[in-house]
């Protein structure tokens, strides 16, 4: 049984930092693929951020140099520091897994939300 859980979401002010935990069980996490993604009321889905197995990490144009992915493969959790928020990050952030053999994320926690005040 898969499971990811996402903790760390809030209410700040604009230009605070959060940084979000997501944790993994029933996955060989440093073998997986894994990402955040966010959705802002009435709006779609949207990547954010992955870091592959290896290391590399990816970024969303709207957070680079802003968010920083990272995980720690000891502890089967990844984590989202997010600096310089604005009121557009606004949005249920997901944490989503994949197996380098999977097309697409196929493993999702349940959300945590994260809003900035202006």
């Known amino acids: 049984q898969v499971q990811l859980v996402e903790s760390g979401g809030g209410l700040v002010q604009a230009g605070s930092s959060l940084r979000l935990s997501c944790a993994a069980s029933?996955?060989?996490?440093?073998?997986?693929?894994m990402g955040w993604f966010r959705q802002a009321p009435g709006k779609e889905r949207e990547f954010v951020a992955a870091s592959r197995s290896g290391g590399t990490t990816y970024y969303a144009d709207s957070v680079k140099g802003r968010f920083t992915i990272s995980r720690d493969n000891a502890k089967n959790t990844v984590y989202l520091q997010m600096n310089s928020l604005k009121p557009e990050d606004t949005a249920v952030y997901y944490c989503?897994?994949?197996?380098?053999?999977?097309?697409?994320?196929?493993?999702w926690g349940q959300g945590t939300q994260v809003t900035v005040s202006s």
């Open positions: 029933g996955v060989t996490f440093s073998s997986y693929r």
């Open positions: 989503a897994a994949r197996s380098n053999s999977a097309r697409d994320f196929e493993y």
